[in-house]
């Protein structure tokens, strides 16, 4: 078997395989089906077999806020023979996005949605979305923003998280408004120690490791994690607590003055950094604050205060594939670093108009989900010595690499 360099040659080749028409179908899909009152969630309308660049109908949508996202084209086919049949498995069509955000709270379907395609109308009624209401405080804000909405694989983006509490008055406005004993419990769902698919992480248990209280300095419990009470801490055997009871860890974020409606605040921060391997969708949140507030110290110096709910709405960060507009017909949908190519023949001697297989062999640290099929046809270099057959590539799928044979004829 030789192996032949193909070099920039390949590169120059690379386009999307064309897939034949199949029978139309709408799917209307959301990202979450319960949300916060204030909080957005993403809308995805999947035209599958649609050639037409027709928009969906959303306008029976009247109870949310409908933000246009951008639309993609979407080419996922492969060919397998099955006892000498060639099989054809895939789809392909437009996938439209948009961002709901609703105006009121409640149970309701999001649609319907139409799509008018060659001559006739698809319809489907939309999923159901729960909207919950939450009670209005100006004691607790939380916000959670992305340093960047939309990134490609291996762009990297922030995620910072901020809690703002109303600070005490007088000479107490220095001090955290947090209740040593009692701290307030926040749910986070990205500070769970477990890796999210799709995202390069940071390590969540060394940063909530760098940030744990000492002694009994006031924070914020997080999520379920507890820590060990100190067995050589003689006042806990006087409050008559078992000193072996394990209590909600707390844990220090960086914080700051603001100033918020003429309002004084402290506000609390973590920032986070990621780094995106697959395209998808990836939902931060959202941040629930439940428990006692400070808000005000008696002339004995004893603060009282007041439970307090509240919820910061969850920001999304798209991961899509470059844009489409100026796209090089060579795209082959490989979107990474360190991509290699390699061809291989299965012959070196053959007569004239006898099919011999050609594999080219893509690897590297890339994402293979979106690759497709280099289109031979292109290469007026290999056309002006072979009859290619872009119909009957046969793929072979590996987790970093993709394999495909063509079949030739000189």
């Known amino acids: 078997m030789k192996t032949v360099a193909v070099g920039c040659l390949l590169l120059l080749g690379m386009t999307q395989l064309r897939a034949g028409a199949t029978e139309p179908q709408l799917e209307v899909g959301l990202q979450r089906d319960q949300i916060y009152l204030g909080e957005s969630v993403l809308l995805e309308v999947k035209a599958l077999g649609a050639e037409s660049d027709a928009e969906p109908d959303l306008s029976a949508i009247t109870n949310c806020q409908v933000k246009p996202l951008g639309a993609r084209t979407v080419s996922n086919y492969s060919f397998t023979f099955v006892n000498g049949e060639l099989r054809k498995q895939g789809y392909s069509g437009r ?54 909405d939309a990134v490609l694989v291996d762009e990297p983006f922030e995620i910072r ?38 995202l390069r992480t940071p390590d969540i248990a060394q940063v909530l490791r760098s940030r744990l209280a000492a002694g009994d300095q006031p924070g914020f419990a997080i999520n379920n994690y507890t820590t060990a009470q100190d067995p050589f801490d003689i006042g806990r055997f ?3 607590r078992d000193p072996w009871e394990r209590r909600p ?21 973590l920032t986070l950094a990621y780094s995106p391997l697959e395209e998808g969708s990836y939902a931060f949140g959202p941040v629930l604050f439940k428990g006692p507030v400070p808000t005000d110290v008696q002339a004995n110096g004893e603060a009282t205060g007041r439970d307090v709910f509240a919820v910061g709405p969850a920001v999304t960060v798209r991961v899509v594939p470059p844009p489409e507009e100026g796209r090089p ?22 007569n004239v108009g006898d099919p011999v297989q050609l594999t080219l062999t893509l690897e590297g640290d ?27 590539v046969r793929t072979i799928k590996g987790e970093r690499k993709r394999q495909y044979v063509y079949t030739l004829r000189p």
């Open 95 to 148: 996938i439209f996005t948009y961002e709901l955000t609703p105006r009121e709270a409640g149970e309701f379907a999001v649609g319907p949605v139409t799509l008018r395609v060659g001559g006739r109308t698809l319809r489907v009624p939309g999923p159901k979305l729960r909207v919950i209401g939450v009670e209005p405080q100006e004691l607790v804000q939380i916000g959670i923003t992305a340093s960047r």
């Open 161 to 198: 998280l901020t809690i703002v509490l109303r600070r005490l008055p007088g000479a107490y406005a220095d001090l955290d408004p947090l209740f040593p004993d009692a701290p307030p419990t926040l749910t986070v769902p990205f500070l769970d120690t477990a890796e999210i698919p799709g």
């Open 238 to 240: 006087f409050n008559f």
């Open 249 to 269: 860890a707390r844990f220090r974020l960086d914080r700051r003055a603001v100033e918020r409606d003429g309002r004084s605040y402290f506000e609390y921060s």
């Open 329 to 350: 017909d060579w795209y082959v949908g490989a979107l990474g670093s360190n991509l290699t190519v390699e061809a291989t023949l299965d012959t070196q001697t053959c």
């Open 366 to 392: 890339v994402q293979m989900r979106n690759v497709t099929p280099l289109r031979l046809s292109l290469q007026t270099n290999v056309l002006a010595h072979f009859d290619v057959y872009d119909d009957s």
